[in-house]
């Protein structure tokens, strides 16, 4: 595999639990070796991997690989008396990103969301994004936009009623239950009323 390849992936895979890894390390043995020098060869050992293809969990496999280059230090240092890792540790590592399904399916709705907010009035549009997307307050909001914080209601309860009732009849036109999935969307467009 190649070396851009493999850094690539330890920066998307492996760099974003260093925190984690680094805080187990200071609790674990950090009265005997600098979690520093650990990451820092575990990074190394990753690297000089040929490839990454047979990493299934990439934060398991940077842990495990800490624990290894931690237990080398020592050794080498002369530490006789190290904890290992028992099993039920091992199983309160856990990968917590999303599965690859979730994260594409995610990703495809918020594009779908964006695409029926493109097709509000831009007041509205704007209304719905600093209101419900960045949490803005009414008052701000209105502010934002040089109008009152009634247009701004009005924007938000209508803004939200087209976005339900267009993504409603998408997920009609997609899954030809047309009359189920209206329910369920009219119902969501009801208590958002509430805004």
């Known amino acids: 595999m190649d070396e851009d390849l493999v850094s690539?992936?330890?920066?998307?895979?492996?760099l974003p639990h260093e925190r984690g890894v680094r805080s187990w390390l200071a609790r674990r043995?950090?009265?005997?070796?600098?979690?520093?020098?650990?990451?820092?060869?575990a990074y190394c050992r990753i690297a000089s991997l040929g490839s990454v293809d047979h990493i299934r969990s990439?934060?398991?496999?940077?842990?495990?690989?800490?624990?290894?280059?931690?237990?080398?230090?020592?050794?080498?240092?002369?530490?006789?008396?190290?904890?290992?890792?028992?099993?039920i540790e091992?199983?309160?590592?856990?990968?917590?990103?999303?599965?690859?399904?979730?994260?594409?399916?995610?990703?495809?709705e918020i594009e779908r969301v964006n695409g029926v907010l493109s097709e509000l009035s831009d007041?509205?549009?704007?209304?719905?994004?600093?209101?419900?997307?960045?949490?803005?307050?009414?008052?701000?909001?209105?502010?934002?936009?040089?109008?009152?914080?009634?247009v701004v209601r009005n924007h938000l309860v209508r803004g939200v009623q087209k976005v339900l009732q267009r993504l409603a009849a998408q997920d009609a036109?997609?899954?030809g239950d047309a009359r189920e999935t209206m329910e369920q969307k009219a119902e969501a467009v009801d208590t958002s009323r509430s805004l």
């Open 8 to 14: 690539a992936w330890i920066g998307r895979e492996i």
């Open 173 to 175: 036109e997609m899954s």
């Open 29 to 41: 043995w950090g009265h005997v070796l600098d979690p520093n020098d650990v990451i820092q060869e």
């Open 58 to 87: 990439p934060m398991a496999y940077f842990y495990r690989t800490a624990q290894t280059v931690a237990a080398d230090i020592m050794r080498r240092s002369g530490v006789i008396n190290f904890t290992s890792m028992t099993e």
């Open 123 to 150: 007041t509205a549009r704007k209304a719905i994004e600093l209101r419900r997307i960045e949490g803005v307050s009414q008052r701000e909001t209105a502010e934002r936009l040089g109008v009152s914080e009634d």
């Open 90 to 108: 091992w199983l309160n590592v856990m990968d917590s990103a999303p599965l690859a399904d979730r994260t594409i399916a995610a990703a495809q």
